[in-house]
């Protein structure tokens, strides 16, 4: 069965960093495209970043570009995202997801079928 937990949330202040992981169980990371989405309130949610398990090919939102760093540490079985130079307006949920696919996305997140809880990024401003 997949199982995706988040964890590394927080609360910084601008300018801070956060590393979130997302620990994937039941499946192999290589055979999956891993992505990063976010959601603040009343926002729609939002695809941040992403890495194809197969290859390493990373995708980033322009908003997080040259901040985000996304990782894959395959004998752990868990994706990072290092989140730099943070922002208020980067406070959201943060969520992890899954799709078996050797190309990844964030345009589409209705693509990915396995998703984690969510984690809580702040950035006070």
């Known amino acids: 069965q997949v199982h995706l937990v988040e964890l590394g949330g927080g609360s910084v202040l601008p300018g801070g960093s956060l590393r979130l992981s997302c620990a994937a169980s039941?499946?192999?990371?290589?055979?999956?495209?891993i992505g990063w989405f976010r959601q603040a309130p009343g926002k729609e949610r939002e695809g941040v970043s992403c890495i194809g398990g197969n290859d390493g090919r990373t995708y980033y939102a322009d908003s997080v570009r040259g901040r985000f760093t996304v990782s894959m540490d395959n004998p752990k079985n868990t994706v990072y995202l290092q989140m730099n130079s943070l922002k208020p307006e980067d406070t959201a949920v943060y969520y992890c997801?899954?799709?078996?696919?050797?190309?990844?996305?964030?345009?589409?997140?209705?693509?990915?079928?396995?998703w984690g809880q969510g984690t809580q990024v702040t950035v006070y401003s």
């Open positions: 039941g499946f192999t990371l290589a055979d999956y495209a």
């Open positions: 997801a899954a799709v078996r696919s050797l190309f990844c996305t964030i345009a589409l997140a209705k693509v990915y079928d396995h």
